[in-house]
């Protein structure tokens, strides 16, 4: 069977510089009756596992380290269990919620990934955060982009670790080569396209 993506929103809040908010968060789970990939693990361990249900869980893919996005990566862990990727540029957002704890395998930019048949390419784009990446899976059309691109233009920035030239950059000059019809799932909020961002961000 072909991967599939499988998808929930789940509440809680984000914290950073010493403010909180209340927000919502997409997960995303890619794969087949067999076997799937979760991306990021916020809020709510028990929602993630209702996603995945009796699949094998092959690893927990984290588009970057802020704690909406990371918070419960370890007790997922725990509770499957499956090991926990993060871009090491990441590491001080990280030790910001997770203080004892690391993550368990390293990702790098063009690293690939290969899921119920399917290959997830793990693109770098620096800027929301420093070891912020998108996935991008040619074969099922789609990206996902975490933080660094939203229906409506680029992800946050003005906060610690966050540079907003530096994420336009990343956009432009690693997503906006790919196909128009690029189906963009973010991680908060609706789905765009690839061509729809770019006449958001001339």
């Known amino acids: 069977m072909a991967a599939r993506i499988d998808h ?20 995303w789970v890619i794969g087949d009756d067999t076997e799937c990939i979760v991306i990021d693990a916020p809020h709510d361990v028990a929602a993630i596992r209702a ?25 997922l862990r725990d ?45 770098h784009t620096p800027g929301h955060a420093p070891g912020a990446v998108c996935v991008y899976v040619e074969e099922l059309g789609c990206l996902f982009s975490g933080d660094t691109l939203f229906n409506g233009g680029p992800g946050a920035t003005g906060r610690s670790f966050s540079d907003r030239p530096l994420l336009e950059e990343s956009i432009k000059s690693r997503l906006f080569g790919l196909p128009d019809d690029t189906v963009v799932h973010t991680g908060h909020g609706d789905d765009t396209t690839i061509g729809a961002e770019r006449a958001n961000l001339s």
Do not use: Y
Not at 8 to 27: C, I, K, M, P, R
Not at 85 to 105: A, N, S
């Open 79 to 123: 509770a499957v269990p499956a090991p926990i990727l993060l871009h090491p540029d990441d590491r001080p957002l990280w030790e910001l919620t997770h203080t004892d704890e690391l993550w368990d395998v390293d990702l790098s930019d063009e690293q690939e990934i290969v899921v119920a048949g399917t290959t997830l390419r793990v693109i």
């Open 8 to 27: 929930a929103v789940v509440s809680g809040t984000f914290s950073l510089d010493g403010e909180t908010f209340d927000v919502d968060n997409n997960v």
């Open 51 to 75: 996603v995945i249900g009796d699949r094998r869980l092959k690893a927990i893919l984290c588009t970057h380290a802020h704690d909406d996005h990371v918070r419960m990566a370890p007790a």
